[in-house]
């Protein structure tokens, strides 16, 4: 029997023969876990949260941070939240998604709505409501479980009355959530005023670096699909697991260093 599963994905994941694959994926941990052994998970701020992936986690933790600089934290967050799992403690669970849709740019969070929510979200952390996660979406998923969710988790009243807080906030202030496009012509009107030229490049090959990634990402995804069947079985294959999940985390590293060179 396994204690218990953590889950690091990104949670926006689309595919063509399932509409949620992140919430068959979690199935599939409850599934080798147990209906007793906790489920958590850490995901991406941009994800869709489904009612599936809910359902069969005991808390989802999302970053806080766009750009993404806090995953490291978010995972230390996740091991002290379960240890508490470990220890017998389970919370509440409030889901809430709002039919808003927001533009990824309008998704930073160093200021604008979405900055708001999370803080206020994170203020009232404590004992009792120990998890706040705000997920904005990625909206070019196109899936019908998409837009603003908020999640929290706890005992007693506190943390359902601040999810409702929260889901009013955003409806209220679901203006600032709207960005004003240019217009192709005045785009067109402002590089004339601008621009001394146009140069347009014949690109006929990718460069080494971006080679290399699009290796990367076809590697990552055959041993993805290796992976998925052998999680059914977790103990039996829990050594070829762990081979594979260091050879992903390996071209994410390899991946990162590259964008950053």
Known sequence: PLDAIYICNHGAMTASGSE???GALYALA???????????STVDLHANITQRMVDNADCIVSYRTNPHVDRRERGAEAAALLRRLLAGERWEKTFIRMPISPPTVTLLTARGAYADMIKEGQRHIGPELPVVSILGSFVF??????GITILTYGKGDKPRKLARQLAEFAWAERERFRVKLTSL????DQMNKTAK???????KAFEAEMRTMGDGIVKATALTAEAMPLLREIARNSARLHEIAREVISIEDESDRMQEA
């Open 30 to 40: 409850r599934e080798a876990a147990g209906p007793r052994a906790p489920v958590l």
């Open 185 to 188: 012509d005045d785009a067109i």
């Open 141 to 146: 998923g196109d899936v019908r479980e998409g």
């Open 197 to 203: 030229a146009v140069i347009l490049f014949d690109i």
């Open 20 to 22: 949620d694959p992140d």
